[in-house]
């Protein structure tokens, strides 16, 4: 059973603090996206990583940066947090070849709070 | 002009109805269209490939217009299960890599 996994569901965070959402997923897939879920926006794509090392930006990269060092694992951070990243973090995967579909698979999202 | 929009309802409707869901795509050189679902605080899940031919998955019937940008979902006779919200995906460019675009979804209350 494909799985992603999110380092929390829930997070409280303070104006100024620097925050790391982590993300693993167990299907060797060589995409990963982070996207950020918004009432009445949708899902918005913040960055992307297609290969270890690789990063591209998103829609809305400003405020995050990213890190992949391992296939498995992608990380969001958040270098001086503030309220308006209040959200629901989405993590997602999926193969870049031999598919028809690009099928992504998603975690089950972190919801993070800045006060 | 958003790349992908569709109504955000809510869509409330009683079981056994019969709904439909529109969305449209900006970018005409599109290459691949699906439609995920959402269930309240859960993660989205693929749903089904939407082809130019139509495609049907059980009660549910998916179609594409690529001359009028246009996606549709037909869901018939609607279960409690089916409330949920709808995103309509967008996948922009052949072979980007996998980058797909999603739609703010549509939201559906199947009622007893």
């Known amino acids: 059973d494909v799985k992603v996994t999110q380092s929390s569901r829930y997070l409280v965070k303070r104006t100024g603090e620097k925050v790391f959402l982590e993300c693993v997923q167990d299907m060797d897939h060589e995409n990963m996206f982070w996207y950020r879920q918004d009432p009445g926006l949708g899902l918005r794509l913040i960055y992307f990583?297609?290969?270890?090392?690789?990063?591209e930006k998103g829609d809305i990269p400003e405020g995050y940066s990213v890190s992949r060092e391992k296939k498995e694992r992608f990380s969001l951070i958040l270098e001086s947090a503030s309220t308006n990243q209040t959200s629901m973090y989405l993590c997602?995967?999926?193969?870049?070849?031999?598919?028809?579909?690009?099928?992504?698979?998603f975690g089950p999202g972190t919801r993070l709070t800045v006060t | 002009r958003k790349e992908v929009e569709q109504d955000p309802g809510p869509f409330n409707v009683p079981e056994g109805a019969t709904v439909a869901f529109n969305c449209t795509y900006s970018n005409s050189a599109s290459q691949s269209f699906f439609w995920y679902r959402q269930d309240c605080r859960k993660e989205p899940k693929l749903l089904m490939s939407v082809y130019s031919s139509g495609n049907e998955d059980g009660r549910f019937t998916a179609q594409l217009n690529r001359a009028s940008q246009y996606i549709s979902l037909l869901i018939r006779d609607s279960k409690l299960s089916d409330s949920a919200t709808y995103l309509c995906v967008v996948n922009p460019v052949y072979n980007q890599g996998g980058k797909l675009i999603f739609g703010q979804g549509t939201e559906l209350s199947v009622k007893p």
């Open positions: 997602a995967s999926s193969l870049r070849f031999r598919t028809p579909t690009y099928e992504q698979y």
């Open positions: 990583s297609y290969d270890v090392k690789m990063k």
